[in-house]
């Protein structure tokens, strides 16, 4: 098996169509496309960029090895696009401010009263 039949196979295993990868990573559906396609290869960085998106190691992407070395838990595969941006800007924070959130959303009662 080829990257791209791999990069096609984690694709369709997470239940993501090729918009959804366009929206979440920025990569253009027609260069995905070619890249499940074996027609061109990603560069190291996009190669990083889908392994994250996919949960997966690069190492496996580029060399297979079966099974798919990963359970992606349910709730990520039916994550929403805007979900999955706010989930990519948390993990960008501060620890600091990422407690803070943490303390606002424990103290959601409070929110809606």
């Known amino acids: 098996m080829k990257l791209g039949d791999r990069l096609r196979q984690v694709r369709e295993v997470s239940k993501l169509s090729q918009i959804q990868v366009k ?3 920025g990569i253009n559906n027609k260069t995905l496309s070619n890249y499940e396609n074996n027609v061109s290869s990603p560069d190291p960085y996009t190669l990083k960029v889908l392994a994250d998106l996919y949960v997966v190691t690069t190492d496996w992407l580029i060399c297979g090895q079966q099974p798919i070395p990963y359970k992606i838990p349910p709730a990520l595969i039916s994550i929403s ?7 990519k800007k948390l993990n960008k924070l501060s620890p600091k401010k990422r407690k803070a959130i943490e303390i606002l959303i424990s103290d ?4 809606d009263t």
């Not at 696009?81 to 989930?87: A, Q, Y």
């Open 108 to 111: 959601d009662d409070m929110l």
């Open 23 to 25: 929206e979440r990573t």
């Open 81 to 87: 696009t805007e979900d999955w941006n706010l989930l």
